[in-house]
């Protein structure tokens, strides 16, 4: 059974850049098919689908953060990280990173995600942002 860790600061200035790490157990980021996401959720909102980093390396990203979003992977760890940078008091919220079967069009086209999309998550980290 996968399993998914995030690790990271709990708290970033504003301006600077935020980076996560998720860790993966149980199975490799490279297995065939396979799709590694990060996806936030600010206080009383809903999923927010960030971009994901597919079994052969390829990214994707949400058009609304793709100009601050870098994700890239270390395949020696089995991990996969997140970059956001000039993070706001708008991007505090809890961090997920979470595995699916694919990357919906959808997602990548700007909208929503559900839970269900995905197979495995990571509990989440809370990440806030604050000078």
């Known amino acids: 059974q996968v399993q998914l860790q995030e690790s990271g600061p709990g708290l970033v200035k504003p301006s600077q850049t935020l980076s996560l790490t998720c860790t993966v157990s149980?199975?490799?980021?490279?297995?065939?098919?396979?799709?590694w996401s990060w996806i936030r959720q600010p206080p009383g909102k809903g999923l927010e689908w960030m971009g994901g980093i597919a079994y052969s390396g390829s990214t994707y990203y949400s058009p609304h953060l793709k100009s601050r979003t870098s994700i890239s992977r270390d395949t020696s760890k089995n991990q996969f990280t997140l970059q956001l940078s000039s993070v706001t008091p708008e991007d505090a919220a809890v961090y997920y990173c979470?595995?699916?079967?694919?990357?919906?069009?959808?997602?990548?086209?700007?909208?929503?995600?559900?839970?269900?999309?995905?197979?495995?998550w990571g509990q989440g980290t809370q990440v806030t942002v604050s000078s």
């Open positions: 979470a595995r699916s079967r694919a990357i919906l069009a959808a997602w990548v086209q700007g909208q929503g995600v559900r839970r269900a999309d995905f197979d495995s």
């Open positions: 149980g199975g490799s980021i490279t297995t065939n098919y396979y799709y």
